[in-house]
């Protein structure tokens, strides 16, 4: 037990004590009154201190309970002051009670008996996103905590598709919204306004109010008015968001202006921010926001407000904000239905109460709160655009009939149902008592005809229910089969054998036609033959078919049933009568796919029962006949669509192979990457266990991973040598144009998104979406190991091709990096016994491919080779290693020559110089360097040629001589251009660092 607990029941047995003694006295009533009052205040007293420490959390509080009883002269503190004439026992009594109170006050409180603290849920809209709004809005949440004890209140960041939700379930106690969401929840919840914010500007103004601004960037000078914005990229916050798109819309709007019609692209940011530096990023050509959101986020320097441009500004009085539409009632604190009356008391007071000078309202920008405004202007501009919750304000539906008058339309049912009730069972007993009294007197007159009647037709209906059983067995036993058998024939000869087993019939087939003609005959029974082999006839006179049941059935797309009254005549005409004699009727009935649908085939049935064929059995056969003619035609459509899906297959392969073949034809080393790319992504595929599906659609996407080079100029894809940065990032565009041009064809949507993102990296560096690790998907992943693993072993004009040895190394010493680490161990393993082709380069292998190396590397003047291509072959021992010789020619005197005859006469002497060095080396690299110098790289041994231009016809008598050096190429040696007075060739070793 608590001390507590024992000091008070001390302080009981004491005061007993002390009630016996006192009534002892004389003045007994007196004294227990006053001992009575005495005990009272002390109890106050004490359950007051216990309540204080209670909320304190605890502790000792001997000093409350003088001020507790320091109330006013009552005859209890009289006592204590001794004042009444009470002995000494009595008074001793009196300290010890007050001592051993005040001592059971000093014992802490045990923690469970604080006291409870609710917790009380905020809704915010977080309009600029919950890392922007909670930091601004969380100090409101502590002031209201602060100043209603006994409640902790939470702020919940909800988006614009939370709010309805979260108020629906009853998660949050109040919201803090936009106006257009108080509107819809106030009419659909009925939650209430308590206060509205005051908006504050870094001035000091304030204002209740608040708008949208449409803004674009400040060096847009084409944008001017809101008129300049048709055909523009325009970016609103989100749909529902009120200042920053529904009081734009209803500028829009008033101005007769449909924003899907007016803008070239509509697009959402989601909150504010997003929206502003949308614009300012170029994503979209205009915006709108709330009205304060330049000013804050300018004041947070996160943008600079000189940098925009507000269109249709508005200047309104006393309004502290860049304004672009009409002003509305700013958000308001709203209550839900389910919140207590005195909570929403208090926290009204406390808001109205708030100082526009407290941290919560700094903290806000805010300057505090008002009296709750009127929110008529959002409903007129909620009306205006027809959107919730006035989406369908003024259609009056048959709903709103019945949600209106069900109540009287439910009496008015109910009361002609019970009449018709009463006058249909009035008419039915009428006539039932009519029926009767004809029954009665028939009976009268010939009961015992009647009863033999009765019994004849009893015995007939018996046994026409067994013979349906029966059939109705056999029917269900096909229909059994219909839905399990996965082959036509085999489905077609198990029901006819079915049908045959049926006691009353002989003899069962099924055709099918195509055409003019029955194809196909099925038949469970050997014995009978049909005439001939098909193809029949159905529509030939000639042809003994057309005169069977079967033919005139499939003519007329009818049932027909035939019944053999006279012995003499056959129903089976065109059958051997030997093998049909007992056959009483027979029946033809249609194969359809549905009901009007024309004729499959046909069902005929043989049966050797007397009366033929009863309207309920014909009834039921062509009910299964109805039956195989869907099943029949199920299989021929699923034949159709096999046939159609490898006809697709088969143009799918071949638009692969058309568009491979496009790469060729635009560049021939593009295509021989192709297809080494594609074989080396199937070896990987394979080695990482791909999916035979999987691993033929990474081979696809191989074949085309570069088919977006189509849409790269001819003068960057085509150039031979190193790409400069511009035109690197031209071509860096062919994998997303690729993507873009595979994309909208739906069979080769799975292709675009891999060739899209083939040159990704591992670590997020690559391009075109700068995807990282396993985002980028796996075959693109598998592509781009290939595609950089030939482009290493290859040659280049500008850097010849590693060994495999050093491309693996080089893959792996990039793992993790910019390759998978997956792909890369799988490429380890298969591309080390590949065997690559020695003439995989980009050197022209035909005329075409001549002149577009001339293009890039040719002298203007002359057509031979320029000194830029001279230093690629130079540093190439690859291309240097077919030859042996190196001449330099070095024109004297070519300067004096262009003085004394011009320009243009110099140009023809090279011109001509040029013509006899082309005639006398045709199998050798001719270079024009530097505009007076030739160099010659010959496949044969060095000779010297002779000096002072003897040796050329177009230099004798012009006083122009040249001078010429020899040089023996090593081989794996390269070279290197110095260029001083003359033009020097010098071996790596040798070239000046």
Not at 55 to 76: D, E, K, N
Not at 136 to 153: I, K, N, V
Not at 659 to 680: E, K, L, N, P
Not at 779 to 795: K, P, Q, W
Request: hydrophobic content about 40%.
């Amino acid at each position: 037990m608590e001390p507590r607990y024992i000091f008070f029941c001390l302080l009981l047995g004491i005061k007993t004590i002390s009630g016996n003694i006192s009534r002892q006295r004389s003045a007994a009533v007196v004294t227990a009154r006053r001992r009575f009052c005495l005990w009272t205040r002390i109890r106050r007293a004490w359950c007051s201190a216990r309540v204080r420490i209670a909320s304190a959390g605890g502790g000792t509080v001997f000093l409350l309970f003088p001020a507790a009883l320091a109330g006013s002269a009552s005859p209890g503190r009289m006592l204590l002051q001794g004042r009444h004439p009470a002995s000494v026992t009595t008074r001793l009594i009196r300290v010890l009670i007050v001592f051993l109170t005040v001592l059971s006050l000093g014992f802490p409180v045990a923690p469970g008996q604080a006291e409870e603290v609710t917790e009380v849920r905020i809704g915010l809209l977080a309009k600029r996103g919950t890392a922007t709004d909670l930091p601004l809005w969380q100090p409101t949440a502590d002031y209201l905590t602060s100043h209603l004890p006994g409640h902790r209140f939470l702020l919940v960041a909800l988006d614009f598709t939370q709010i309805h939700d979260s108020v629906l379930e009853g998660r949050i106690d109040f919201v803090l919204t936009n106006p257009a969401f108080y509107v819809e929840l106030e009419k659909i919840h009925g939650v209430r306004r308590i206060a509205t914010l005051v908006n504050r500007h870094r001035n000091g103004e304030s204002t209740s109010t608040f708008g949208g601004v449409i803004f674009c960037r400040a060096d847009r000078d084409d944008l001017r008015g809101i008129s300049d914005l048709r055909g523009q990229r325009f970016m609103a916050v989100e749909p529902r968001s009120f200042g920053g798109w529904i009081v734009c819309w209803r500028e829009l709007y008033q101005r007769g202006i449909d924003p899907l019609r007016f803008f070239s692209g509509l697009e959402y940011g989601n909150t504010h921010d997003a929206v502003v530096f949308a614009v300012q990023n170029g994503q979209a050509d205009a915006g709108t926001v709330r009205t304060d959101t330049l000013e804050r986020m300018a004041a947070a320097d996160l943008i600079r407000l000189e940098n925009f441009r507000i269109l249709a500004e508005q200047e309104v009085p006393g309004f502290p904000f860049k304004l672009s539409t009409a002003l509305y009632p700013e958000w308001p604190m709203a209550a839900l239905r389910t919140t207590s009356g005195e909570l929403v008391n208090r926290v009204t007071s406390a808001l109205l109460a708030m100082d526009p000078d407290d941290p919560a309202a700094q903290a806000s920008g805010s300057g505090g709160w008002t009296a709750p405004l009127n929110y008529q202007p959002v409903h007129d501009c909620l009306l205006d655009l027809r959107i919730e919750p006035y989406a369908d304000f003024g259609q009056f539906t048959l709903m709103d009939v019945l949600r209106r008058y069900w109540r009287q339309l439910a009496l008015l049912f109910a009361a002609m149902g019970v009449i018709g009730s009463a006058a249909l069972s009035i008419f039915l007993l009428n006539r039932r008592l009519v029926e009767k009294n004809c029954e009665i007197d028939e009976l009268n007159t010939t009961l015992e005809a009647r009863v033999i009647e009765r019994t004849r037709r009893i015995h007939t209906l018996l046994d026409q229910e067994l013979y349906f059983r029966e059939i109705m067995k056999t029917v269900a036993a096909v229909n059994g089969l219909l839905l399990s058998a996965a082959d036509l024939p085999v489905l077609l000869v198990e029901a006819c054998r079915l049908m045959g087993a049926h006691s009353h019939y002989g003899f069962t087939w099924i055709c099918l036609r195509k055409g003019e003609v029955v194809e196909l005959v099925y038949s469970a029974d050997t014995t009978i033959r049909l005439p001939g082999n098909p193809p029949y006839s159905f529509t030939d006179p000639t042809d003994p078919f057309a005169e069977s049941v079967a033919a005139r059935c499939l003519r007329d797309n009818a049932t027909v049933a035939l019944v053999q009254w006279d012995p003499q005549v056959s129903v089976t005409p065109w059958i051997d009568r030997t093998s049909t004699s007992d056959f009483r009727a027979v029946i033809g009935l249609p194969l359809r796919a549905g009901y009007g649908q024309p004729s499959l085939g046909a069902l005929c049935v043989y049966t050797m029962r007397r009366q033929g064929f009863e309207p309920e059995e014909i009834a039921m056969l062509e009910e299964l006949a109805c039956d195989i003619g869907f099943v029949v035609n199920d299989f021929r459509q699923r034949e159709r669509v096999q046939s159609l899906e490898q006809e697709r297959r088969e143009n799918y392969e071949q638009t692969i192979l058309s568009f491979a073949d496009m790469i060729d034809q635009r560049d021939t080393y593009t295509a021989g990457h192709t297809v080494r790319v594609a074989s080396y992504s199937r070896l990987l595929g394979d080695r990482m266990g791909l999916p035979e599906d999987q691993a033929d659609l990474l081979q696809q996407a191989a074949v085309l991973h570069d088919i977006g080079k189509i849409a790269i100029p001819d003068a960057v894809l085509l150039k031979p040598g190193q790409l400069s940065p511009l035109e690197y990032e031209l071509i860096k565009l062919h994998a997303s144009a690729g993507h873009d041009m595979l994309a909208g064809v739906s069979m080769y949507r799975d292709l675009a998104a891999i060739i899209r993102h083939h040159h990704e990296r591992f670590d997020g560096m690559g391009y075109p979406d700068r995807l990282q690790g396993h985002d980028i998907p796996l075959l693109a992943r598998i592509i781009g190991v290939a595609d950089s693993f030939d482009a290493m072993t290859t040659n280049r004009i500008y850097k010849p091709r590693k060994s495999i040895d050093e491309a693996l190394d080089e893959l792996q010493a990039l793992s993790g990096k910019q390759f998978d680490p997956e792909v890369v161990v799988a490429g380890l393993d298969v591309l080390r016994g590949i065997t690559l082709a020695d003439d995989v380069s980009q050197l022209p292998k035909n005329k075409m491919e001549e002149h577009r190396f001339s293009y890039f590397f040719s002298d203007k003047l002359t057509g031979l080779y320029n000194e830029d291509y001279l230093q690629i072959v130079l540093q190439n021992a690859h291309i240097l290693r077919n030859y042996h010789c190196l001449q330099s020619i070095y024109v004297k005197n070519m300067a004096e020559y262009n003085r004394q005859h011009g320009w243009e006469q110099g140009n023809l002497l090279m011109l001509r110089l040029t013509a006899e060095l082309r005639e006398r080396f045709p199998d050798s690299l001719l270079f024009r360097a530097y505009g007076r110098d030739f160099v010659i790289i010959s496949r044969d041994q060095c000779f010297l040629l002779a000096g002072k231009g003897g040796m050329f016809a177009s230099l004798q008598g012009t006083g122009v001589e040249i001078e010429t050096s020899l040089l023996d190429l090593r081989r794996d040696a390269t070279y290197c251009i110095d260029k001083l007075e003359n033009l020097e060739v010098l071996c790596d070793l040798e070239c000046p660092v």
